[in-house]
């Protein structure tokens, strides 16, 4: 299945995990996985259905839709969009999409060191450690995924060769970043892929900011379109792993 075909098929992916159990959309889900674009797309497709959804539930019924939907089989009727309750509905639908598109484009960007600060303490709230229990990146990725989570994300050289654990999803000011446990030796560490476009002040390309969070020291940097925080790293180690040549290698 390519991203195209994937694509026509998920647009009718339902919301309510009724589908994930078929094969065809299993496929097409996989296929998002491979796809960067593809998964960006479907995460904005998903967000749509969402607000729909909500905003159709916000719509009383017209007390006679029964009755009129019957009688439509007997009689011939205009365009159903002619219709007033359907023009009703769909400018009611309409209102909703753009007020709740108003309310996120008036967002005021957070600072990246404040989101920081909150995403770690929020690491920690909760009982589960993981959400997700894997050693295969693909199945991490996967299930992310399907959780409406980012999934492009590289592990830098320097971690290459830790050990996977699992992921789990942490909400911050509406963005849902995966938390990636991982195994490097005696540390166990924690790797943030953060999708940065609503965030100021971030860390400058190819240029470690070390920063003191709570308990947690953290090395965050960018790399394409993901900044990422790493904690359970000490200073020292993440220079030894990281910087080679004199240049840093975070890249994936």
């Known amino acids: ?16 995990g ?15 996985e491979r796809d960067p674009e593809l998964a960006r ?3 904005g497709q998903r967000s749509f259905d ?3 959804a909500a905003g159709l539930r916000t719509l009383p019924a017209p007390a006679d839709l029964k009755a009129f939907i019957l009688e439509s089989r007997k009689v011939v009727r205009p365009p159903f969009w002619r219709d007033w309750r359907v023009r009703a509905a769909a400018a009611a639908i309409l209102f909703v999409l753009v007020v709740a598109g108003g ?21 920690w709230n909760g009982e589960s450690h993981l959400d997700f229990e894997s050693s295969d990146v693909a199945r991490v990725k996967q299930w992310l995924v399907r ?3 980012p999934s492009d994300f590289a592990l830098p050289k320097g971690l290459q060769g830790a050990r996977l654990h699992g992921c789990r999803i942490v909400e911050v000011n509406g963005l849902r970043v995966p938390m990636i446990c991982l195994g490097d030796g005696p540390k166990h560490l924690h790797l943030f892929a953060i999708d940065g476009v609503q965030l100021t002040q971030l860390p400058a390309e190819g240029a470690p900011d070390f920063e003191k969070c709570g308990g947690w020291k953290t090395a965050s940097w960018q790399h394409g379109k993901t900044t990422y925080v790493l904690t359970g ?3 020292q180690t993440f220079v030894n792993k ?8 975070t890249s994936g």
């Open 233 to 235: 790293m000490n200073y």
């Open 1 to 16: 299945m390519n991203s195209l075909e994937a694509k026509r098929l998920l647009e009718v992916f339902r919301p309510n």
């Open 147 to 149: 959780n409406f989570a």
């Open 50 to 52: 969402k607000d729909f």
């Open 103 to 123: 309310a996120m484009a008036t967002t005021k960007p957070v600072p990246f060191a404040q989101f920081r600060s909150t995403l770690i303490d929020q690491a």
């Open 242 to 249: 990281f910087r080679k040549m004199g240049r840093w290698t």
């Open 41 to 43: 797309w479907f995460k």
């Open 18 to 32: 009724a589908d994930e159990a078929d094969p065809r959309f299993a496929e097409a889900l996989q296929q998002v």
